[in-house]
């Protein structure tokens, strides 16, 4: 991670903030108003939105103002080069199908990273009203109650556990087997939260995450909050998971050390 000095990290962490505030107006205008939706899948269905487009370019405009010189990559526009070593990634609406239900669980992820991976993360609940904000000094959540700090679980057995994922089928047979190792010693196993579920894993409500085909823009930003509140995300061997695929997110080493056992049987 870069050495950032007190005035680059408040820069980018207001910076991250403005970010998550101009895309709001956006994803609100489309939710729960019969929106139609596009898909950028060639079989299955991989939907997008006016709502995903008009957020990010809003977005991606707040950081050609504020940050000019940075990098950009983000899910409905791209990469755009860069000269300072930092990268945005966006993601304007992780969960648009949760959003095409009206099911408030969708987010605005942003993160900023660098090439060790994300410096600071936000995960952004526009209809709810929460903030989920991560980076090196710290975790809190924001919210129409106030301000609170953000700490994962502390260690229990799997067997007492709570585990989340988004889609029950879990990427190719052989990923959703492993998962359902994981869930078979699991005490409770809930579908369908997309990044909601990194958010509740940050407030110290379950005690993994394990999804698998992700992108960056999908992990970053909600691995820079898990990990400012104590968790542990990897891949499901332990490596880096800045660039998605595999991911596994643990409340606590324990419970990780745990999940990675059952993953990697054959």
Known sequence: MADLSPDLLADLT????AVADAARPHTLAHFRRGTAA???????FDPVTEGDRAA???????????????????????????????????DPIDGTRAYLAGA???????????????????????????????GPDGAVLEDRAGR??????AARPLAEAILMTTFPEVGTPDEGAAFARVAARARLTRYGLDCYAYALLALGQVDL??????????????????????GTVT??????????GRVVAAANPAIHAEALALLAEA
Request: aromatic share 6%; with cysteine; hydrophobic share 45%.
């Open 14 to 17: 207001a910076t991250a903030g």
């Open 209 to 230: 995450v394990i999804e698998a085909g992700l992108a960056p823009y999908d992990i970053q930003g909600p691995m820079a909050v898990v990990r400012a509140a104590g």
């Open 56 to 90: 990010e370019r809003a977005m991606r405009a707040v950081l050609a103002e504020r940050r000019p010189a940075d990098a950009i990559l983000g899910e409905e526009y791209g990469a755009a080069a860069g000269t300072s070593g930092l990268t945005w990634v966006l």
């Open 148 to 153: 609170q700090p953000l700490r994962c679980r």
């Open 235 to 244: 891949d499901w061997r332990g490596g880096p998971a800045a660039q998605g």
């Open 38 to 44: 596009g898909n950028k899948a060639d079989g299955g």
């Open 104 to 134: 408030p669980t969708w987010g605005t992820l942003v993160a900023v990273s660098d090439a060790a991976g994300p410096i600071l993360g936000l995960i952004d609940q526009p209809h709810i009203g929460e903030r989920f904000r991560g």
